[in-house]
């Protein structure tokens, strides 16, 4: 059984800095890929960034190239999403998910975490 849990969301002021943590147990991850998704209030999930587990290969949204970074840890199974320079507009629920393709909507994506509250304040 895939768990995905999240962790280190909150509340943080615009030009402020958060790191998200995503602990994946249940699968060997070499062979997948794995994501940063969010939904805002009344919007529809959106595509954040990726990464290959086997080579780290990544891949990021047009807004949060530069500011986002996404890593993984593969002796800790834990992928992490270093948000920098925060926006109000980066306020939303964040889900890390897990799959065999990186693809910017979340179809093919095969598992996914509860999701962590970001909330940005002017």
């Known amino acids: 059984q895939v768990q995905l849990v999240e962790s280190g969301g909150g509340l943080v002021q615009v030009g402020g800095s958060l790191r998200l943590s995503c602990a994946a147990s249940g699968r060997t991850l070499s062979s997948y890929v794995m994501g940063w998704f969010r939904q805002a209030p009344g919007k529809e999930r959106e595509f954040v960034a990726a990464i290959r587990w086997s080579g780290a290969s990544t891949y990021y949204a047009d807004s949060v190239k530069g500011r986002f970074t996404i890593s993984r840890d593969n002796a800790k199974n834990t992928l992490y999403l270093q948000m920098n320079s925060l926006k109000p507009e980066d306020t939303a629920v964040y889900y890390c998910?897990?799959?065999?393709?990186?693809?910017?909507?979340?179809?093919?994506?095969?598992?996914w975490g509860q999701g962590t509250q970001v909330t940005v304040s002017s």
């Open positions: 998910a897990l799959g065999t393709i990186v693809v910017v909507t979340t179809t093919s994506w095969e598992y």
